[in-house]
């Protein structure tokens, strides 16, 4: 199906977004990869939390561009996989009412 497709290539773009970030606030703001990583659970799930260190202005630029584009993600995913679970829920009920025509005959 191509629901299932593009939900693996976005749950691909999710997890390469997130190595990313987390090398990003390690390498621009001097964070652990521990508080980088943190810090892009708290941004992609829009729970938005205080910093845990506070941002430079390069850093915030940069988390700026991580918001948008990881919370863009997380909708896109939760998107595909509401479709995908729809085509399956029709596919399977459409094959089985078809089945059923077919054994009644």
């Known amino acids: 199906m191509k629901a299932f497709r593009n939900l693996r290539l976005i749950g691909a773009a999710l997890l390469l977004l997130a190595l990313i970030g987390t090398a990003g606030f390690h390498f621009i703001e001097g964070w652990t990869w521990f508080d980088g990583l943190y810090m892009i659970v708290t941004t992609f799930t829009t729970i938005g939390y205080q910093e845990i260190h506070p941002l430079s202005h390069a850093g915030r ?45």
């Open 61 to 105: 630029i940069f988390n700026l561009a991580l918001i948008v584009s990881g919370v863009s993600l997380v909708f896109l995913g939760i998107g595909s996989l509401t479709q995908a679970l729809l085509e399956f829920e029709l596919a399977s009920f459409f094959g089985k009412r078809k089945m059923e025509r077919e054994i009644s005959r």
